[in-house]
């Protein structure tokens, strides 16, 4: 079924009033992983179940340990089929503070670009879905097949309470396909499905030297340097030419195939204009293998902090007592995230120079995936793109996890997972100044609009 025209003018008419709707969720500092904000992440789930309450899904806040999962249904007739849809209202912490243009959760435009945290990750992206079925219900009355929704507050944190939630609401989560939008375009302007996304595997290290910070002169030379013995650590993780040196890391790994490198290669990445936005003069990585391959198909390992001793001003001559650093490990198709953290773990323990306590702790892990790009579903969310953004999408790979998709493929059976980015790889998730084109933002709504009358007849049944 084609989209009707009314919808699409219902949409552009509304464009303004969406941005100002998005600016009151935006407003919400609702970061996950930070125990201050336990209060707001609450307020944002409350003001995402109020607005499926107005487009008349029945909805409820399911609580659990930490963030409260939203689900939501608006089901209009069995014998149609069902699209679920899925998001998050969680968002990163915004550090480092001083480098945001304006504040946050004060969002603001300024070129085309609403600023502030989760603009693009990720509630820019499932809002489309909402205002996408508002147009529709404005114009129809009712909808052309069943729509789900699950929203969840704790994706930023590797989502820990999902795995139980859909094993209690198995019923619930039963659906034809489900639509996430948590990711990006290949290019703003590029639109893009996604059929790969790699795991991860995140750990804590601590070491723990002298019982308390001792003066460098008096016990130099008698004690292990609990910063100096973390350094060396870190170091011996990786190879020179910037592969992983854990033993076995590498023994699951599937590689990439022909056609496959032929597909990356052919995608329009322009690698001077990489360089430029992150303002690097090279791009390194593993020998062997493109930029593109590297960033979305090749196992990978990054501190993501470090800290122990003295970093005020001026000099403290001093021997920490402590010293940790947070380690995560990207990993791809057939690499098992519980077996790189044994993996981990034991290289780790194997390194400990007599003189300090190690600890590695896991904070969290999941599985990477490789999603069918022939199902009905994929190619109807294909021709919705084409509506939306005007342009056929390429197909990708991306770098980042989703935990949830593991989920629905394996334990739910799901075979219509439509990944589907409107963001743009510059906009800045995780970082400061995160934002969202409001361009993408109206394609968005489009796609995901074109998308519910697409599907219907793509998932018969
Ligand atoms: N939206 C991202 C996932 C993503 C990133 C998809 C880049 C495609 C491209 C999501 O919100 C995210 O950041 N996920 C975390 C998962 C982790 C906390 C378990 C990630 O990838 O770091
Ligand atoms: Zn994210």
Redesign the pocket.
Known sequence: MMIPREVLTKIDAGRQRAVDELAELLRIPSVSTDPHHTADVRRAAEWTVERLKRLGFQTTLHETSRHPVIYGELLRDPDLPTLLIYG?YDV?PPDPLDEWVSPPFSPTMRDGFIYARGAT??KGQFFTYLKALEALLLVEGRLPLNVKALIEGE?????PSLRSFSESHGDDLRADAVAIS???QFASGIPAI?YG??G?S?FQVDIQGPRFDLHSGSFGGVVANPVQVLADMLARLKRPDGTVAIPGFYDDVLELERWERKEMAALPFDEAQLKNYLGVEVLVGEAGYTPIERKCARPTLDVNGIWGGFSGEGAKTVIPAKAGAKVSMRLVPRQRAATIDRLFEEFIRAQAPPGVKVRVTSI?G?DPALIARDEPGVQAAARAIEIGFGRRPVFIR??????IVTLFKDLLGYRNILLL?WGSPDDG??SPNERFSLEDFYRGIRSAAALLYELPEALGR
Do not use: F, K, V
């Open positions: 998050h990163q990750d990720n994706e930023e944190i590797g989502s948590d990711g990006s996604t996304l790699r991860l995140y969290h999941n991306e770098g980042g996890s989703i935990p980015g998730a995780h």
